[in-house]
């Protein structure tokens, strides 16, 4: 019984190569479609970079700093919160859920901040 499955699963994989080798071959033959431009015309620009004289990357790097900027004041709020929720309970009697419904959204905006700073 597993002699044909093996057989079986060989056929079959062998037979996903083919095809995926086939597809492959046929995109690679396809001409890509590309208007000529004419010799005195400008090279293609981003709308915004015509606008501002800033590059894409510029632009994305400004809107990141940004949220990084919006996400510490939100997560300054957060922690401020927090703190005070910790001194009015006693957690060694109860752990309150908002305190770790808290906690957690700390932690998910601290691991955002973390991204955008990365790039």
Same mark, same amino acid.
């Given at each position: /019984?597993?002699d044909? *499955?093996r057989?079986? =699963?060989? =056929? =079959?994989?062998?037979? /996903?190569? @083919?095809? !995926? !080798?086939r &597809?492959?071959?046929? *995109?690679?033959?396809?001409k890509?479609?590309s *208007?000529?431009?004419?010799? %005195? !015309?400008?090279p %293609?620009?981003? #709308?915004?970079t015509?606008?501002?004289? +800033?590059?894409?990357?510029?632009l /994305?790097?400004?809107?990141?700093e940004? #949220?990084?900027?919006?996400?510490i004041? +939100?997560?300054?709020?957060?922690a401020?919160? @927090?703190k005070?929720?910790?001194?009015k309970t %006693? &957690?060694?009697?109860? =752990? &309150? @859920?908002? @305190?770790?419904?808290? !906690?957690?959204? $700390?932690? +998910?905006l601290?691991?955002? $901040?973390?991204? *955008?700073?990365?790039?």
């Open positions: /019984m597993f044909t *499955r057989k079986f =699963l060989a =056929l =079959l994989a062998g037979a /996903m190569t @083919l095809a !995926a !080798a &597809s492959g071959s046929v *995109r690679a033959q396809a890509p479609q *208007r000529p431009q004419p010799p %005195d !015309a400008p %293609d620009t981003d #709308d915004t015509a606008l501002t004289g +800033k590059s894409p990357a510029k /994305m790097l400004e809107a990141n940004k #949220d990084i900027k919006k996400n004041e +939100k997560l300054y709020e957060l401020t919160d @927090l005070e929720e910790v001194e %006693d &957690s060694s009697k109860v =752990l &309150s @859920l908002t @305190l770790v419904k808290k !906690a957690e959204e $700390i932690e +998910k601290a691991h955002d $901040i973390k991204t *955008r700073a990365k790039g």
